[in-house]
């Protein structure tokens, strides 16, 4: 029996509908995802502000809005628009470790609070799946052309702070039954550690680092102003006493020089991507080797007599002493073989442990060991992601390639004493980093959705202002 023409003209309407519906979707939340990574860097740069006075309006869930609204985006992102190869073999990658994790822990605890603890997980890392999302738009570049904005709003609130006594500092408030921090307030050797805007002068410290080193990979950019830069860098973090942000200011500016300086050999002109994956290579083998090496707590020892100001070993003596020792441990107290090879799976350790096991939480303040806790033998897929896309934008796009570097050595000299994850801009970078390696970006939507972009409003335009691939200029 054939089908009358009115019924395959209602068909029809109902499929393009459908069609209609899924695109127009897709298009909000193409614009949305500009505004959630605006709203995420500017939520951690003034993390205090934000809540303190979310806080004061007794309104204490507004300060999670920009984290909520950011998740919220990314996962509509991945369940409507059409993604690139890469992104769904790392949806993939985290679906099937969101499953081992349920089956190895629901055999500690209940499923129910197991999936709970995923889902924390998975919520915190939002910023590193947002930078998956940006370059699949082909957005990464936002993050390089507003570095100076964020650059300067987290100095002057970490400068500000050396005169003004912030009312939120050491402040407290009480959320799920549990006290939190408005912003930590805590002293190195007694000296102050300024947070300025932020919640954690780690925190300000790591923004201000990012943001410099990307500042510094600017080809363009006169080299007097980036010695400038850099001095008042080294000063605002030096305010904060954070020293692995500080290390990051000595290491970055000396790995771009020695790439700068391998260019001189115009005879060998692979040798600057042959020094550049060897300064990569160098900074993972010891981001791997500091939390392994069983005389790392011998090594601090000797070399912690001496302080000078905030400048101490003694955190990373405590970090050898107990932190990484015991992350290790918690896969041994699992009693279960596969967690050596799939590590504990998603919320075995960071900030998703305060669910399920607040007595043994470990920050693990270290990216190898966050990383490897989590996912075990997984961790290779972050380590050759970061590093496999460098080659093609050293011969395509060597501007590119001297940001991406940037921030690569950045992101690995953070890791030897942060765990990178759980930081909203380190994070950021990282999936900028790890989502570059894939090779493809999405397509454009064709021309009738291009037509329609080119018509959105002036203010959503400024938005899309690194709607290209980051350039260093």
């Known amino acids: 029996m054939q089908p009358i023409p009115g019924q395959l003209i209602g068909d029809e309407i109902r499929v393009n509908a459908k069609t209609s519906w899924r695109r127009s979707l897709e298009m909000m939340l193409r614009r949305a995802v500009p505004i959630a990574v605006l709203m995420l860097v500017c939520s951690d740069i003034f993390g205090a502000v934000i809540r303190f006075v979310a806080v ?10 920009p984290m909520l609204f950011a998740t919220a985006v990314v996962w509509a992102y991945f369940f409507v628009a059409r993604l690139p190869r890469g992104v769904w073999v790392t949806l993939g990658f985290f679906a099937s470790y969101a499953c081992y ?12 609070t197991q999936l709970s603890s995923v889902v924390f997980a998975l919520y915190t890392w939002t910023p590193f799946l947002l930078g998956l999302v940006l370059v699949s738009l082909r957005l990464e570049g936002l993050f390089a052309r507003t570095a100076l904005l964020w650059w300067g709003l987290a100095v002057a609130g970490v400068v500000l702070n050396t005169f003004v006594a912030f009312p939120w500092m050491g402040a407290t408030f009480e959320v799920l039954g549990q006290q939190s ?11 102050e550690r300024l947070a300025g805007f932020s919640r954690a002068s780690f925190t300000a410290a790591n923004q201000i680092a990012l943001f410099s080193m990307v500042l510094a990979a600017r080809v363009r950019t006169h080299t007097a102003l980036k010695l400038l830069i850099w001095a008042i860098s080294v000063l605002a973090i030096a305010l904060t006493t954070s020293k692995t942000p500080l290390t990051v200011m000595v290491v970055v500016p000396l790995a771009l020089l020695s790439v700068r300086g391998a260019r001189a050999f115009t005879t060998q002109p692979t040798l600057p991507l042959y020094v550049a994956m060897f300064v990569l290579l160098m900074l993972a ?13 011998d090594l601090f020892s000797n070399t912690s007599g001496s302080d000078f100001g905030f400048l101490t070993f003694s955190s990373m003596l405590d ?27 998603l919320g075995g350790i960071g900030a998703p442990q305060t669910l399920v096991e607040p007595l043994v939480v470990n920050s693990a303040d270290n990216l190898f060991v966050f990383l490897y806790v989590t996912f075990g033998v997984g961790t290779l897929l972050f380590g050759v992601a970061i590093v496999g896309g460098f080659k093609r934008y050293y011969w395509e796009e060597p501007n590119t390639f001297i940001t991406l570097f940037a921030l690569a050595v950045s992101v690995l000299t953070l890791g030897i004493a942060t765990n990178v994850i ?13 989502a570059k390696s894939f090779g493809a970006e999405l397509p454009a939507m064709g021309p009738r959705e291009s037509m329609k972009a080119l018509r959105r409003p002036r203010w959503s335009r400024l938005l899309q202002l690194g709607s290209r691939a980051p350039t260093a200029s």
């Open 101 to 112: 994790t349920c089956l190895v822990g629901g055999a500690r605890i209940s499923l129910l």
């Open 181 to 191: 921090q408005i912003a930590r307030d805590w002293t190195t050797n007694g000296i």
């Open 56 to 65: 004061s309006l007794g309104a204490a869930w507004l300060s999670y809005a």
């Open 319 to 345: 970090r050898a002493a107990t932190m990484w020792p015991s992350a290790f441990e918690l896969i041994a107290s699992d009693k279960n073989p596969i967690e050596w090879i799939l590590g504990r799976g």
């Open 422 to 434: 759980e930081s909203v801009i380190p994070a950021l970078v990282t999936g900028i980093l790890f």
């Open 285 to 297: 083998g010891i981001t791997v080797a500091l939390p392994c090496a069983s005389s790392t707590q």
